[in-house]
T-cell receptor, first 115, second 111 residues
Framework: EPEVTQTPSHQVTQMGQEVILRCVPI?????FYWYRQILGQKVEFLVSFYNNEISEKSEIFDDQFSVERPDGSNFTLKIRSTKLEDSAMYFCASSELTGGHTEAFFGQGTRLTVV | GQQVMQIPQYQHVQEGEDFTTYCNSSTTLSNIQWYKQRPGGHPVFLIQLVKSGEVKKQKRLTFQFGEAKKNSSLHITATQTTDVGTYFC???????????FGPGTSLSVIP
């Protein structure tokens, strides 16, 4: 069964450092998302991406965040200068665009720990 | 902006008891989805409801979408320990909109 894959599974970084989280969405999907989940809290929307551009972003997704689809398969989330409060589980998700198949398929997540 | 709320936040039940979680949106939804997240895992899609008043069943799970398409419920009959996890509802305003998650209901099942 096709799945969304994310790497790394766990990333530890020092405050102020840049991190790049990587995702490979399901190959025929056209809509991509990043969500984050602070431990024990709800899943929060960060950004959606379609047709090589951001289609929507939340207020969490400030200038420190950026997304990119550098090639035909990868979808990355970059945090330029990490803060302690960026520590969370980051989930990538993808979905088809057609109306009948709009469920989001989530990757296993990357646990980011900022120290 | 759009908000999705869920109650209760936590529910502890004895194995074999029923469980229900309720979801309410501040805006009318195009569709609503339900996800389950096991402890330490990622959200896994369970079902999508699209039509007003729709009811769908998956074995012991019954999902309902309200007539006004602003609320939904998930009912589990005769819970088992495998049902443990957090159940999230997630709504979309349009078919192509982002999925907005509710805060989830964490279910514990006591054997």
């Amino acid at each position: 069964e096709p799945e969304v894959t994310q790497t790394p599974s766990h990333q530890v970084t020092q405050m102020g450092q840049e991190v790049i989280l990587r995702c490979v969405p399901i190959s025929n999907h056209l809509y991509f998302y990043w969500y984050r989940q602070i431990l024990g809290q709800k899943v929060e929307f960060l950004v959606s991406f379609y047709n090589n551009e951001i289609s929507e972003k939340s207020e969490i997704f400030d200038d420190q965040f950026s997304v990119e689809r550098p090639d035909g398969s990868n979808f990355t989330l970059k945090i330029r200068s990490t803060k302690l409060e960026d520590s969370a589980m980051y989930f990538c998700a993808s979905s088809e665009l057609t109306g009948g198949h709009t469920e989001a398929f989530f990757g296993q997540g990357t646990r980011l720990t900022v120290v | 902006g759009q908000q999705v709320m869920q109650i209760p936040q936590y529910q502890h039940v004895q194995e074999g008891e029923d469980f229900t979680t309720y979801c309410n949106s501040s805006t009318t939804l195009s569709n609503i989805q339900w996800y389950k997240q096991r402890p330490g895992g990622h959200p896994v899609f369970l079902i999508q409801l699209v039509k007003s008043g729709e009811v769908k069943k998956q074995k012991r799970l019954t999902f309902q979408f309200g007539e006004a398409k602003k609320n939904s419920s998930l009912h589990i009959t005769a819970t088992q320990t495998t049902d443990v996890g957090t159940y999230f509802c997630a709504g979309r305003r349009t078919s192509y909109d982002k999925v907005i998650f509710g805060p989830g209901t964490s279910l514990s099942v006591i054997p």
